[in-house]
């Protein structure tokens, strides 16, 4: 049995349909099996290329028909030869002929006027300026978005190589950067007489923002040591969440793009939003003069986290040999005589003063946290002590004193807010650490990145974790979600 599909074009402008041969098969009635039944998936692509190539060059030669004479005074054009023009879709790479073409005369005076050289152009090369299928283009940077390059080159059958993946991405991503608004130091706008006259704002918007670090390149230098990507989430109960990320040191707009994170989830001028971050200079200056209602709050898990750093420390400290060890016996008399000598505090002391400063911190009191903060950090500053370990324990306490003096103001009562359900910790911003750069940048694929290709990449992995890469793509190009499929019922109608 030969089976033959063929494809049929049907043209108002031409007389009668086209037909032109895609290709035949040829299947045993007699010896059937369950492998032999049905399209193999090798003659499955052969057939869906060669329908690709059959329709894509039907569309160009029409085209090009329709391009041959001058809008304006109807003169056909004169010929100027042909070239050869490559159109990668998603079903294979099509070779195309462009056909060039002169200028007329009324439009060769214009040319001459503008003092551009160009007498002859191409129809098809001037409607074709990206090379590339938009779906096909979307593939590739959803695809790159989620796995390596050279994985998605494997899955994509070597139509693209990694370098074409990576320009592709960068061109997306710079298409994207190039739609956004300009950076500004305040996006606050209008007067608290125009925020009363807005609708009754929704609940709080929740956002936090931490960063994680990523191997670097520099050029040839594969061990350029590490550069940092701040990512965020925004969170409200009525939408899905909204992530954002960049390159704390490349780009140009990051204050931006926390707005409009934040703006795309329907943010108002009299909603309240809260902050929460890990203290850190970029990112507590990122949040600022982003909304008249903002609360800024100091993340309670990284403050335990350094507290937890400190306990650990003090084990360090409750072991040294000068303390586990037995004393040199001293004659009475000078025992008597010796005035008595400022000693480091005990395990227990320490874990005691610790626990107190968490206490304290909890409630708010940021006052009492730091006057016993202070008096841990004079209990292990003795002249006499020279022992490393108590040394560093003492460089974390001052650390940890600097740490929470410079974020005081943004220490609140996290017992209340527990127990009334509200949001303490950036925990989800973690995961969202996890999702946005560990999984693709750090963990398994262990790549060193330019500061240019990881901000380019996570801008294109950002859409596609917030589900808006489809529809930024049907922005650019309105007949990806617009393209009608005729069925035999639309026909017989």
């Given at each position: 049995?030969?089976?033959?599909i063929?494809?049929?074009?049907?043209?108002d402008?031409?007389?009668q349909?086209?037909?032109?041969g895609v290709?035949?098969?040829e299947?045993?009635v007699?010896?059937l099996?369950?492998?032999?039944?049905?399209?193999?998936?090798?003659?499955?692509?052969?057939?869906?290329?060669?329908?690709?190539?059959v329709?894509?060059?039907?569309q160009?030669t029409?085209?090009?028909?329709?391009?041959c004479?001058?809008?304006d005074?109807r003169?056909p054009?004169?010929k100027n030869?042909t070239h050869?023009?490559?159109?990668?879709?998603?079903?294979?790479?099509?070779?195309l002929?462009s056909?060039r073409?002169y200028?007329?005369?009324?439009?060769?005076?214009?040319i001459?006027r503008?003092?551009?050289?160009?007498l002859?152009?191409s129809?098809?090369?001037?409607?074709?300026?990206?090379?590339?299928?938009?779906e096909f283009?979307y593939?590739?940077?959803?695809w790159?978005?989620v796995?390596?390059?050279g994985?998605t080159?494997?899955?994509?059958?070597?139509?693209?190589?990694?370098a074409?993946l990576?320009?592709h991405?960068?061109?997306?991503?710079t298409r994207?950067?190039?739609?956004?608004?300009?950076?500004?130091?305040?996006f606050?706008e209008?007067?608290?007489?125009e925020?009363?006259?807005?609708?009754?704002?929704?609940?709080?918007?929740?956002?936090?923002?931490?960063?994680?670090?990523?191997?670097?390149?520099e050029?040839?230098?594969?061990?350029?040591?590490?550069f940092?990507?701040i990512v965020g989430?925004?969170?409200?109960?009525?939408?899905?969440?909204?992530?954002?990320?960049?390159?704390?040191?490349?780009?140009?707009?990051?204050?931006?793009?926390?707005?409009?994170?934040?703006?795309s989830?329907?943010?108002?001028?009299?909603?309240q939003?809260?902050?929460?971050s890990?203290?850190?200079?970029?990112?507590?200056?990122?949040?600022?003069?982003?909304?008249?209602f903002a609360e800024?709050?100091?993340?309670w898990?990284?403050?335990?986290?350094?507290l937890?750093v400190?306990?650990q420390l003090?084990k360090g400290?409750?072991?040294?040999?000068?303390v586990?060890?037995k004393?040199?016996?001293?004659?009475r008399f000078?025992?008597?005589?010796?005035?008595p000598?400022?000693?480091?505090?005990?395990?227990?002391e320490?874990?005691?003063?610790?626990?107190?400063?968490?206490?304290?911190?909890?409630h708010?009191n940021?006052?009492?946290a730091?006057?016993?903060g202070?008096?841990?950090?004079?209990?292990?500053?003795?002249?006499?002590?020279?022992n490393?370990t108590?040394q560093?324990?003492?460089?974390?306490v001052?650390?940890?004193?600097?740490?929470i003096?410079?974020?005081?103001h943004y220490?609140?009562?996290?017992?209340d807010?527990?127990?009334?359900?509200?949001?303490?910790?950036t925990?989800?911003?973690?995961?969202?650490?996890n999702?946005?750069?560990s999984?693709r940048f750090v963990k398994?694929?262990?790549?060193?990145?330019?500061?240019?290709?990881a901000?380019?990449?996570?801008q294109?992995?950002?859409?596609?974790l917030n589900?808006e890469?489809?529809?930024?793509?049907?922005?650019?190009?309105p007949?990806?979600?617009?393209?009608?499929?005729?069925?035999?019922n639309?026909?017989?109608?």
């Amino acid at each position: 049995m030969k089976i033959t599909i063929q494809v049929m074009i049907e043209d108002d402008a031409m007389p009668q349909a086209a037909k032109a041969g895609v290709i035949s098969i040829e299947r045993s009635v007699e010896d059937l099996r369950p492998e032999t039944l049905g399209l193999k998936l090798d003659e499955a692509k052969e057939i869906l290329a060669e329908i690709q190539t059959v329709l894509v060059t039907a569309q160009a030669t029409r085209f090009q028909e329709r391009q041959c004479s001058c809008p304006d005074c109807r003169t056909p054009y004169q010929k100027n030869g042909t070239h050869q023009l490559t159109f990668r879709t998603l079903f294979g790479t099509i070779k195309l002929t462009s056909q060039r073409f002169y200028a007329c005369s009324c439009h060769q005076a214009k040319i001459r006027r503008q003092g551009q050289k160009q007498l002859s152009f191409s129809p098809l090369a001037k409607l074709l300026l990206e090379r590339t299928a938009p779906e096909f283009l979307y593939l590739q940077t959803k695809w790159v978005a989620v796995m390596s390059y050279g994985r998605t080159a494997e899955l994509l059958e070597k139509r693209s190589s990694t370098a074409t993946l990576s320009g592709h991405v960068q061109q997306v991503a710079t298409r994207v950067d190039g739609e956004l608004g300009e950076e500004q130091c305040s996006f606050i706008e209008g007067c608290p007489q125009e925020w009363e006259k807005l609708p009754e704002p929704a609940e709080p918007l929740v956002m936090g923002i931490d960063g994680g670090y990523v191997h670097a390149r520099e050029g040839q230098n594969h061990k350029a040591g590490f550069f940092e990507i701040i990512v965020g989430k925004s969170m409200t109960g009525e939408q899905s969440s909204k992530r954002f990320g960049f390159v704390n040191t490349y780009d140009t707009k990051s204050k931006r793009r926390v707005y409009e994170a934040l703006k795309s989830q329907g943010m108002q001028m009299n909603q309240q939003v809260i902050f929460l971050s890990d203290g850190g200079d970029d990112v507590r200056n990122l949040q600022l003069y982003l909304s008249p209602f903002a609360e800024h709050i100091l993340d309670w898990f990284h403050i335990t986290m350094r507290l937890t750093v400190l306990g650990q420390l003090t084990k360090g400290v409750a072991l040294r040999p000068e303390v586990t060890g037995k004393k040199k016996m001293q004659p009475r008399f000078e025992q008597d005589e010796e005035e008595p000598s400022p000693s480091i505090p005990t395990l227990e002391e320490l874990e005691h003063q610790l626990e107190r400063i968490k206490w304290y911190l909890w409630h708010g009191n940021v006052f009492r946290a730091l006057q016993v903060g202070e008096d841990l950090e004079e209990d292990l500053d003795l002249p006499e002590q020279k022992n490393v370990t108590i040394q560093k324990m003492l460089q974390a306490v001052r650390e940890f004193n600097g740490y929470i003096t410079a974020n005081e103001h943004y220490i609140v009562n996290y017992g209340d807010r527990y127990r009334n359900g509200e949001t303490i910790s950036t925990a989800f911003v973690e995961s969202t650490v996890n999702e946005v750069i560990s999984k693709r940048f750090v963990k398994k694929q262990q790549m060193r990145w330019t500061k240019e290709g990881a901000h380019g990449l996570l801008q294109v992995r950002i859409q596609v974790l917030n589900d808006e890469l489809q529809q930024t793509f049907s922005s650019w190009y309105p007949g990806m979600s617009e393209t009608p499929i005729a069925t035999e019922n639309d026909k017989a109608a």
